[in-house]
């Protein structure tokens, strides 16, 4: 079945360190790679996507980029802020018929302190 | 406007009890689901929904009861609640099935005391 591996957390970094977020998926068909972030208190929010091999996906400053040799999609952001932290999921569709559901990873909890 | 809203936001019950957590979406789209998050914060897919018709039923206990009266409603309602159904639910919606990303609500937190 289809599953998603992400780096465990939590995860402390200061403000305008780099960020990388591991994420790793099996899958039987050709995905589609989501990163989805949760503020506290509050639903997921779509932070970015990528569809096919080799695309990038970028918002707000974090880009992640589909690797199929590799089966990974890792977050990345140059400069944090401490507006950045949140729970941060990797998540995948397979696409194939009567299995379209977002299979999570375990979440990634991300503190920024000033 | 709020595009996929579920209520109510929180839900404290007795053991025992039946309750219902209600969902709609105005995005216009054919797919809704159901997730339960656990408090390690795991999500994980309980029912999905296409144009009326159920596509998903993970293994779910059948105390749970998922009812899309049409494409724009997902209601769950769940009978004989028990301590461990304690956790945040969210309702989320898609355009379609199949590689494209889902809208979520804010989550109902229901707590069984």
């Known amino acids: 079945g289809d599953s998603v591996t992400q780096m465990e957390g939590p995860v402390t970094l200061s403000e305008e360190a780099f960020l990388t977020i591991n994420c790793t998926y099996t899958?039987?068909?050709?995905?589609?790679l989501f990163w989805y972030v949760q503020y506290p208190g509050e639903g997921l929010q779509l932070l970015l996507k990528?569809?096919?091999?080799?695309d990038k996906g970028s918002n707000k400053g974090f880009e992640a980029t589909y690797r199929k040799e590799t089966t990974s999609f890792h977050l990345e952001k140059g400069s944090v802020q401490v507006s950045d932290s949140a729970v941060y999921f990797c998540a995948l569709i397979d696409g194939n018929f009567g299995n379209e559901k977002l299979t999570f990873g375990t979440g990634t909890r991300l503190t920024i302190i000033p | 406007d709020t595009a996929v809203s579920q209520t109510p936001k929180y839900l404290v019950t007795q053991m025992g009890n039946d309750k219902s957590i209600k969902c709609e979406q105005n995005?216009?789209?054919?797919?809704m689901y159901w997730y339960k998050q656990d408090s390690k914060k795991f999500l994980k897919i309980m029912f999905s929904y296409n144009n009326k018709e159920l596509i998903i039923n993970e293994t779910v206990p059948n105390r749970f009861s998922p009812k899309s009266p049409d494409k724009a409603h997902l209601n769950l309602h769940i009978n004989s609640l028990e301590l461990g159904d304690s956790a945040v639910y969210f309702c989320?919606?898609?355009?379609?099935?199949?590689?494209?990303?889902?809208?979520f609500g804010q989550g109902t937190r229901l707590t069984v005391v």
């Open positions: 899958a039987t068909g050709y995905p589609s």
């Open positions: 995005l216009g789209h054919d797919t």
């Open positions: 990528a569809t096919k091999a080799d």
């Open positions: 989320a919606s898609s355009l379609r099935t199949g590689g494209t990303e889902a809208f």
